[in-house]
């Protein structure tokens, strides 16, 4: 008898486009890697924010760690996950590239104005969304607000729809 197939694995198609390839990588990160892209992913897209956090940068109020980027992925996408949630219905692939190509679709069609950077990471939080939703979810619970504060960090007001 031969082993259950396993269409996850396969080699790609020499007809797949080279961003499939990248999707599949980024789905082999962790949530917060994923959510790390998605801040600095929301940055490369636009060029205003771009030179806004490099004038930032050159004042040295740009911080550029990965918690910062982190935060500034939670609130992008508790800002896009229930368009991209509300976005039609797409049947299972059964393959990891089918899903993936599927997964940028329904990110493209539901949110406006992405680059391809921020479609690549979207998609790859939406098909890790369990994963990515527990994180989400448990930063949350580390950081209470302060009483009073009025502060903000730099970059979430760079981020900030």
């Not at 994963?131 to 730099?154: C, I, K, W, Y």
């Amino acid at each position: 008898m031969s082993e259950p197939y396993d269409s996850r694995f396969t080699l790609p198609s020499i007809d797949d486009a080279p961003s499939t390839e990248s999707g599949v990588i980024l789905l082999g990160l962790d949530a917060e890697r994923l959510l790390a892209g998605v801040g600095l992913a929301r940055l490369a897209d636009e060029p205003a924010l771009v030179a806004l956090a490099v004038d930032q940068a050159r004042h040295d109020a740009l911080d550029l760690g990965t918690g910062a980027l982190v935060e500034a992925g939670i609130l992008r996408w508790r800002a896009v996950r229930p368009l991209i949630e509300a976005g039609p219905e797409m049947t299972a692939a059964g393959s990891l590239r089918r899903e993936w190509e599927h997964a940028t679709a329904r990110v493209t069609a539901t949110v406006a104005g992405l680059g391809p950077a921020s479609v690549a990471c979207l998609a790859a939080c939406w098909l890790r969304r369990d994963d990515v939703d527990d994180m989400v979810e448990f930063a949350g619970h580390l950081r209470a607000p302060e009483n009073g504060s009025d502060t903000q960090d730099v970059l979430s007001r760079v981020f900030a729809d």
